[in-house]
């Protein structure tokens, strides 16, 4: 089993979210984590679709078939050495003798305490998936109340953008 990250860029308007999550899902694949966003361009959003596969070849038909989609720009399978973040909102509870213990674990991980009440510690954190899992490893044994979590969002890496890794403009194919 691999983890792919495919970069989709599609017309901004109500339906492509079901029509493109709904062709993977018809074909029976699971979708680990989907964000979607505008971009530079407001007629133009970006998809980051990731999934766990079985078969790498699986990937090139995936791409494929989005790219039949006439709302579908472009599609980019990022590979590993991307930026690429997550955000967790987490809920801890937490008393006046264990405020400072979980303070100091959000302080170390580089996360924010966004709510303080008198039984619990809100963080915001963002960060790769290994600094997410990290961070919830250490805060729960204060007792997670609960705790949300967005999707992958990724971009590659160097000065170019999705538009300028093949020929410039918005153009309708992958690489």
């Known amino acids: 089993m691999s983890t792919h990250t495919l970069s989709v860029l599609v017309s901004n308007h109500p339906g492509v ?25 407001s007629d133009v959003s970006r998809m980051t679709i990731v999934m766990t596969l079985e078969d790498d070849r699986i990937v090139e038909q995936v791409v494929k078939q989005l790219n039949k989609l006439i709302e579908v720009y472009k599609v980019v399978e990022l590979d590993d050495d991307a930026v690429n973040h997550e955000m967790l909102l987490v809920k801890v509870r937490c008393t006046d003798h264990t405020r400072a213990a979980v303070i100091d ?27 997410i ?43």
């Open 17 to 41: 979210l079901a029509r493109v999550s709904g062709l993977i899902s018809r074909r029976g694949f699971n979708i680990e984590s989907l964000s979607v966003g505008t971009t530079e361009r």
């Open 105 to 131: 674990i959000t302080n170390l991980f580089r996360a924010h305490a966004v709510d303080v009440s008198p039984e619990s510690v809100t963080i915001e954190a963002t960060g790769g998936r290994s600094k």
């Open 133 to 175: 899992d990290a961070l919830m490893t250490m805060l729960s044994p204060h007792g997670i109340i609960e705790l949300v979590q967005s999707g992958r969002v990724a971009l590659g890496r160097g000065a170019k953008g999705i538009n300028e890794k093949k020929r410039p403009g918005l153009v309708r194919h992958s690489s």
